[in-house]
């Protein structure tokens, strides 16, 4: 059982940087905060260069009016997994 913050912290940061999946970190308005390895890997970026962009930079399958739908219900909701479904 995790016993502290660091502990959990420690964690995070392991799964992020070793998982195979990509996955980021967004704020509201869909800027990006985080990017694991794996996603800038696929986008060949580094963390520091994704950080601050917006979703729309890479965003490929949605157009901005669709993206911000997206970004409601996720922040409605809770986290989603892959293409939304409209």
Same mark, same amino acid.
């Given at each position: 059982?995790?016993?502290?913050?660091?502990?959990?912290?420690?964690? !995070?940061?392991?799964?992020?940087?070793?998982?195979?999946?990509?996955?980021? %970190?967004?704020?509201?308005?869909?800027?990006?905060?985080?990017?694991?390895?794996?996603?800038?890997?696929?986008?060949? !970026?580094?963390?520091?260069?994704?950080?601050?962009?917006?979703?729309?930079?890479?965003?490929?399958?949605?157009?901005?009016?669709?993206?911000?739908?997206?970004?409601?219900? %996720?922040?409605?909701?809770?986290?989603?997994?892959?293409?939304?479904?409209?």
């Amino acid at each position: 059982m995790l016993k502290s913050t660091g502990e959990i912290v420690g964690k !995070y940061q392991f799964l992020s940087r070793t998982s195979m999946d990509e996955f980021w %970190i967004f704020d509201r308005t869909g800027q990006i905060i985080f990017a694991n390895p794996s996603l800038c890997r696929m986008h060949g !970026y580094s963390a520091e260069e994704m950080a601050g962009k917006h979703l729309l930079d890479f965003e490929a399958v949605e157009d901005e009016p669709t993206m911000r739908s997206h970004l409601s219900r %996720i922040v409605e909701h809770g986290p989603d997994r892959g293409k939304s479904s409209s």
